[in-house]
Nanobody, 122 residues
Framework: VQLVESGGGLVQPGGSLRLSCVASGKIFSINIMGWYRQVPGEQRELVASISPGGTTNYADSVKGRFTISRDDAENTADLQMNSLKPEDTAVYYC?????????????????WGQGTLVTVSS
């Protein structure tokens, strides 16, 4: 089971980016999906999360600017980031609670992606 992120890059302040995360493997369920970010030397922090029912949660610093969504048919979670600020610069990680068949048996795992760098700079 793995999560793969895409969509990071360099953007000017005030610009937008859309991050995507896709889960792959012998998955039979996905619980909460979330996006986290980490700046070197600091703790990883939750940016946004979304439950299977669509309930969302956002860090105060991104409310009104970022939107998280998911597509359970495709096992994906996206993060639309608007009005980006230099302080949004970080490596962004996708996280999910996944039910999958591993080694022939059902397992419930917490899975992290490898991260994608977002740089907001003029």
């Amino acid at each position: 089971v793995q999560l793969v992120e895409s969509g990071g890059g360099l953007v000017q302040p005030g610009g937008s980016l859309r991050l995507s995360c896709v889960a792959s493997g012998k998955i039979f369920s996905i619980n909460i999906m979330g996006w986290y970010r980490q700046v070197p030397g600091e703790q990883r922090e939750l940016v946004a999360s979304i439950s299977p029912g669509g309930t969302t949660n956002y860090a105060d610093s991104v409310k009104g600017r970022f939107t998280i969504s998911r597509d359970d048919a495709e096992n994906t979670a996206d993060l639309q980031m608007n009005s980006l600020k230099p302080e949004d610069t970080a490596v962004y990680y996708c996280n999910a609670g996944v039910g999958a068949v591993v080694g022939g048996s059902p397992r419930y795992l917490e899975v992290w992606g490898q991260g994608t760098l977002v740089t907001v700079s003029s």
